[in-house]
């Protein structure tokens, strides 16, 4: 995959030159059809139509996904999978709890972040890839799912997303 890039209108870099390196790396992944792994942050306004404007057959996985159920639908039909991180592990980011709740299980897969995004509780701490299992009992109890069934699916749609075959 070509990535992880994105935009991010936290940091300092100004958002035209994030928009000109990113657009190069669109252009990467078209010529090469390869899947993108997306940063977003405070950026969903500018990031969408960038993509709208960078059609990609593979799509790729918009990561750490924060915001609303219609936010990542709008990714979710350009091809986009939907990382799901320990954001949902917070109680406090109920927007982001109740839109992983309604999107489409075929279209989520999980992450860490590590080391970055700590779980809920572990707030400080550096994160590690054996915190994922803590996203996955998150995201059962909020697709109101058994652990098996949904890791079953993630298991899929990993392997779809990044065309690995079993
Ligand atoms: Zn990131």
Same mark, same amino acid.
């Given at each position: 995959?070509?990535?992880? *890039?994105?935009?991010?209108? +936290?940091?300092?870099?100004?958002?035209?030159?994030?928009?000109?390196?990113?657009?190069?790396?669109?252009?990467?992944?078209?010529?090469?059809?390869?899947?993108?792994?997306?940063? *977003?942050?405070?950026?969903?306004?500018?990031?969408?139509?960038?993509?709208?404007?960078?059609?990609?057959?593979?799509?790729?996985?918009?990561?750490?996904?924060?915001?609303?159920?219609?936010?990542?639908?709008?990714?979710?039909?350009?091809?986009?999978?939907?990382?799901?991180?320990?954001?949902?592990?917070? #109680?406090?980011?109920?927007?982001?709890?109740?839109?992983?709740?309604?999107?489409?299980?075929?279209?989520? +897969?999980?992450?860490?972040?590590?080391?970055?995004? #700590?779980?809920?509780?572990?707030?400080?701490? #550096?994160?590690?890839?054996?915190?994922?299992?803590?996203?996955?009992?998150?995201?059962?109890?909020?697709?109101?799912?058994?652990?098996?069934?949904?890791?079953?699916?993630?298991?899929?749609?990993?392997?779809?997303?990044?065309?690995? *075959?079993?």
């Amino acid at each position: 995959a070509i990535g992880e *890039c994105g935009l991010d209108f +936290v940091t300092d870099t100004p958002s035209d030159r994030q928009e000109s390196y990113l657009s190069m790396q669109l252009e990467l992944a078209q010529q090469y059809d390869l899947p993108v792994i997306l940063h *977003c942050r405070k950026a969903h306004h500018r990031l969408i139509p960038m993509l709208k404007r960078y059609p990609l057959l593979k799509g790729g996985v918009l990561h750490g996904f924060s915001g609303s159920a219609q936010q990542a639908m709008s990714y979710i039909e350009l091809g986009f999978y939907i990382g799901v991180g320990g954001t949902i592990t917070y #109680p406090r980011a109920n927007k982001t709890r109740v839109a992983v709740s309604q999107l489409p299980l075929e279209f989520l +897969v999980i992450e860490t972040d590590a080391p970055d995004m #700590p779980m809920h509780g572990f707030q400080g701490q #550096p994160n590690h890839p054996k915190m994922l299992p803590k996203v996955l009992s998150e995201l059962a109890l909020l697709k109101k799912e058994s652990e098996q069934t949904i890791a079953r699916s993630l298991w899929e749609n990993s392997h779809k997303l990044l065309s690995i *075959c079993e």
